[in-house]
């Protein structure tokens, strides 16, 4: 069984920076796409990133390019985004996704507070 943890979350001033982790175990797939996500209060979950195995290619959207990055450590099975010049606009729950290409599988985290001070 797939289980994602996300860490790194936590209290910050705007202009400031945070890392987040997304540790996976019994992960074994082959084709699959990495995501985070973002939900606010009040706001539906949108996407912050995403990352394809098969090329590499990452896509990050408009809100945030420039200031998020993210990266991934094949061997430790997990994955990071990488967050500076935050906003208060940033503030939310982040939550790491996989999704698995074949057999179709949709995996996501528990989820970690961001909270960014004006």
């Known amino acids: 069984e797939v289980q994602l943890v996300e860490s790194g979350g936590g209290l910050v001033q705007a202009g400031g920076s945070l890392r987040l982790s997304c540790a996976a175990s019994?992960?074994?797939?082959?084709?699959?796409?990495i995501g985070w996500f973002r939900q606010a209060p009040g706001k539906e979950r949108e996407a912050v990133s995403c990352?394809?195995?098969?090329?590499?290619?990452?896509y990050y959207a408009d809100s945030v390019k420039g200031r998020f990055t993210t990266s991934g450590d094949n061997a430790k099975n997990t994955w990071y985004l990488q967050m500076n010049s935050l906003k208060p606009e940033d503030t939310a729950v982040y939550y790491c996704?996989?999704?698995?290409?074949?057999?179709?599988?949709?995996?996501w985290g528990q989820g970690t507070q961001v909270t960014v001070s004006s």
């Open positions: 996704n996989v999704k698995r290409v074949w057999p179709v599988g949709d995996y």
């Open positions: 990352v394809s195995s098969s090329d590499g290619s990452t």
């Open positions: 019994g992960f074994t797939f082959d084709d699959y796409a």
